[in-house]
């Protein structure tokens, strides 16, 4: 009984195996190629995917936008050689196996907003007062 069990299995894996196709294709295509000053050591993405981050062996970690553009440089060091996001999207980890240590970096994406075109009242040139009242309950 067991035998015919086997065989059954057997003759059923190779049906599968032949009715299955056997070969596919991979199209592909490099959208953007990221010259870095150093060699990259290692590199995270984002958790929303509109981030890249590559850490070079200089000890700067490179961000780019994912369609290449270079956001900024932040220098952390020659010791990092690990690079990881973190549970949020602000989060990076960084480890150091030489230090024994992993670095916590909290970013905060400052865009700059172009207010040139839009309206307001009264002179570009007036003078803007701010009242802060520290006693406010």
Not at 87 to 93: F, N, R, S, Y
Not at 105 to 117: H, P, V
Request: aromatic content about 8%; hydrophobic content about 45%.
């Amino acid at each position: 009984m067991n035998n015919r069990c086997a065989v059954f299995l057997l003759i059923a894996v190779v049906f599968l195996t032949l009715s299955s196709p056997v070969s596919g294709a991979v199209e592909w295509d490099v959208k953007k190629t990221l010259n870095l000053e150093g060699p990259p050591i290692d590199l995270a993405a984002s958790l929303n995917g509109k981030y890249i981050y590559v850490l070079t062996d200089q000890g700067s970690i490179y961000i780019y936008s994912v369609e290449g553009r270079l956001e900024d440089k932040i220098s952390v060091g020659s010791q990092v050689d690990g690079i990881k996001v973190g549970p949020w999207e602000d989060v990076i980890l960084l480890s150091s196996k030489k230090n024994k240590q992993v670095q916590i970096l909290l970013l905060d994406f400052i865009k700059d907003i172009d207010l040139s075109n839009s309206p307001f009242k009264g002179p570009a040139d007036a003078p803007v007062e701010i009242a802060v009242f520290s006693d406010f309950q």
